[in-house]
């Protein structure tokens, strides 16, 4: 089949075509057409744990041994090198690899192969932007697949976050989740996966938004799988030390659907996935940890390499408990628990009675599950980043520094069937079996393992635990929906309110009473319509049905031009990522905003202003650095996912991708200029002839504007559009702005 590349589209595009599945989705939202927790196909692996999400497959007649030489290999692609898991559906791989690497178009693809041949069918494009994540670490994040609707789902080193047509790679939708709610994307590069869940899809990571969540958390969004609507929205506590990529797992605890995940904040959280409420959690670690738990009749087993929470002294534990419990899990109420255990990678896997957590270190601890005693240790190499797989009695290993092992389970331990070992390769992912074949990926390229001619064989997958049947009809939880919103001056939500049991089984829309808490207008039916006005403003709609209260937000954005002067002390409300890490501040008797440096992880960061889908302006704002101990701040503007920055170092650089500015793009030139003086800077972009062209200046405040650019740079693998914003890096110095504008160019 023919290569179809992909590139990103606007948010037009994106919401025509909401528009068209609208009524859809509608009917998806009643939850009333529910497919299993897992994968109904027993040949697709829609999850990078499995149809199970557990690390098991039901396939037969899979090799216990191969060779990169030959044997037993079907076939390798080296083009299709990735840290990445692959995922498996309809007769086709999906994964994330790099675009185009080394080489100044590098960015980010989403592909699908054909699983019998390696073939490429089809790949979406898209640019790095606004990130620190190296490009070594694209691919941290997995394609999740949707069997229902035949749509995948990526989140990007970049924070982009897309449907994509499983058979055509066609964008159905998008959102910027660094421009749109503030998710961060760090040097770690810690991608967290999205999962499916009936009608919906979820995402999370921590998140720096505005109003009550401009603290940073980490936090959990569910939208609508067909339209990219939010449907609900969840915390965990602020000011986490870390981002994770704990993986969510569904399943069941006493018939309760639960969704249970690793936080950045230390603990262990099971939510509803209708709702997100919290059904239980249990602190384990003093920092984020980015173990994906594993859930077997109810019971839970996860592990960290962090400080305990109970006992900062030990470092990383093992541990097992009972998951139908509700609230606080304390301590003394873990099955069991093995201090010095650092297991902050690989996912557990359980088979036969026995146990399998992997250190971070490569030993494989094989453990009762029953008493938490280790059995058996076994050292597989010095790292491990991938979990096991289990398959046709064996188990897969495949550990980071090239030694791929298979094993055969056994009372004592393991059984050593073979070992490869791939010099040139490093292994960031985890194998899968799908179709009598085994896949690994390495950063040298995408392996094929099986059989000559093996007849695909598979027991059958067994039942998720089920759901208890609805009986409780007592609305306990309403939702109002969307939960979170970007709109225009004139713009129309019309809202609706989903009900739930205790629960979080879904028991239909409810006629609740509505309420409006800003501008614009409301009807009783919660039908709302913005202000044809100029302001940049922040709505609440609250809705209450029998006592029970949600909240929904919207910010509404007009067209350019903007202005702010911060002359009502305040950081603006409809700005993302900007307060807690801004405050209002006096200078010489002017109002104005402060970068303030007393934020240990918020001293570096980024802001935006309105919609994403903005090209072809100038942004412009006034700038003034302090100076401590001969130290400055480096500050700038964001323009189209791109980055002026007027730097410490007596330098101005353009630049899109910070870790790759040796390659991807980035132009840079001396700049002298001093603390305690006031700057000018402008900033503009123009799309023009496929490339994008920036110009920026910097001029002191109060003299006659250079007629000249300062720096120009084209960039001819473009980022075409992206919100107005701010940079800066206060951990030397603080710095403060005023006067910002942003108009399109003239």
């Known amino acids: 089949m023919k290569t179809k590349p992909m590139k990103s ?24 057409v529910a497919p299993s927790l897992v994968a109904n196909d027993v040949a697709d692996w829609v999850h990078w744990r499995g149809p199970e999400l557990n690390g098991i497959s039901r396939e037969k007649n899979l090799p216990a041994d191969w060779s990169p030489k030959g044997e037993n290999l079907v ?37 699908c192969v054909d699983a019998a041949t390696g073939e490429l069918i089809w790949e979406s494009v ?52 660094s421009e749109e709610y ?9 991608t967290n996966f999205p999962v499916v869940f009936e ?44 981002t994770t990529y704990s993986t ?12 249970v995940v690793g936080s950045s904040d230390g603990a262990l959280y099971a939510f509803q996935p209708r709702t997100g409420k919290i059904i239980w959690w249990y602190d384990a670690s003093a920092r984020g940890f980015n173990t994906t738990p594993l859930v077997v009749d109810g019971m839970v087993y996860c592990g960290h390499a962090e400080k305990n929470r109970a006992d900062t002294n030990i470092l990383g534990a093992a541990f097992a408990l009972d998951g139908r419990k509700l609230g606080q899990i304390q301590e003394e109420e873990l099955l069991w628990k093995i201090n010095y255990k650092t297991i902050n990678r690989s996912a557990p896997l359980l088979v036969d009675g026995r146990l399998y957590m992997v250190e971070d270190g490569a030993t494989i601890l094989t453990i009762d599950p029953a008493t938490g005693k280790i059995l058996h240790e076994k050292k597989v190499g010095r790292t491990m980043f991938g979990s096991l797989l289990y398959a046709d009695g064996k188990i897969y290993c495949a550990e980071a520094n090239g030694n791929v092992w298979i094993f055969r389970p056994t009372d004592q331990g393991l059984e050593q069937l073979s070992r490869v070992r791939l010099p040139q390769d490093e292994i960031f992912s985890s194998p899968i079996a799908y179709r009598g074949r085994i896949y690994l990926t390495t950063t040298e390229g995408l392996y094929c393992i099986g059989l000559p001619d093996a007849e695909v064989q598979s027991d059958p997958v067994p039942q998720a635990p089920p759901e208890a049947p609805l009986t409780d009809r007592t609305v306990a939880h309403i939702q109002i929906v969307p939960v979170e919103g970007l709109l225009n001056p004139g713009d129309k939500v019309d809202y609706r309110v989903l009900s739930f049991n205790e629960v979080g089984q879904f028991l239909g829309n409810v006629e609740a009473k509505f309420e409006l808490q800003g501008v614009g207008s409301l009807s009783a039916a919660g039908n709302y319509v913005a202000p044809n006005d100029n302001a940049h403003s922040v709505v609440m709609v609250s809705a209450t049905f029998n006592g029970i209260s949600s909240q929904a937000r919207a910010r509404i954005v007009p067209p350019l031009p903007w202005k702010f002067d911060f002359n009502d002390g305040q950081v603006p409300g409809t700005w993302i990522g900007a307060a807690y890490r801004h405050q209002p501040a006096e200078l010489d008797g002017e109002k104005m905003l402060v970068k303030v440096s007393t934020i240990p992880k918020g001293t ?13 302006y100038t942004i412009q704002a006034d700038f003034y650095a302090t100076e401590q101990q001969g130290m400055r701040a480096d500050m700038g503007l964001i323009n189209q996912r791109y980055t002026l920055d007027l730097m410490a170092s007596n330098q101005l650089q353009i630049r899109s991708w910070t870790p790759r500015l040796e390659l991807r793009f980035a132009k840079t030139i001396p700049f002298d200029w001093q603390a305690n003086v006031w700057y000018t ?66």
């Open 681 to 746: 800077m402008k900033f503009q972009s123009e799309n023009k002839d496929g490339s994008a062209i920036l110009r920026g200046k910097v001029w002191k405040r109060g003299e006659p504007e250079p007629g000249d650019w300062a720096i120009e740079a084209a960039d001819a693998t473009p980022n075409v559009i992206g919100s107005p914003g701010l940079f800066g890096n206060s951990s030397r110095a603080e710095y403060y702005i005023d006067n910002v504008q942003v108009f399109a160019n003239q």
């Open 248 to 259: 969510p797992i569904f399943t069941t605890f006493n018939g309760q659907a639960a969704m």
């Open 75 to 111: 076939w390798m692609k080296p083009e299709f090198a990735t840290r990445c898991t692959p995922i498996a559906m309809n007769g086709r791989l999906y994964f994330v690899t790099r675009s185009h690497p080394e080489t100044n178009k590098e960015g980010e693809r989403t592909v």
């Open 126 to 177: 898209h640019n790095v932007f606004l990130s620190d994540g190296p490009a070594e670490r694209v691919g941290w994040s997995a394609v999740i697949g949707d069997p229902a609707t035949g749509n995948v789902y990526v989140l990007g080193l970049g924070c982009l976050f897309q449907c994509l047509n499983g058979e055509t790679g066609e964008i159905i939708w998008e959102r910027s989740m």
């Open 199 to 242: 009608n919906l899809v979820i995402v999370s990571g921590v998140m720096t938004q505005y109003g009550a969540n401009a603290v940073p958390a980490h936090r959990f969004v569910a939208f609508d799988k067909l339209t990219g609507e939010a449907i609900w929205f969840t915390s965990t506590r602020v000011r986490p030390e870390d």
């Open 182 to 190: 503030g998710l961060l994307s760090t040097y770690g590069g810690r």
């Open 604 to 616: 570096r960061s980024q802001s935006w202003m309105g919609h994403a889908n903005l090209h072809d």
């Open 9 to 32: 589209v606007g948010g037009n595009a994106c919401r025509l075509l909401a528009i068209c599945q609208v009524i859809i989705s509608v009917v998806a939202t009643t939850f009333l």
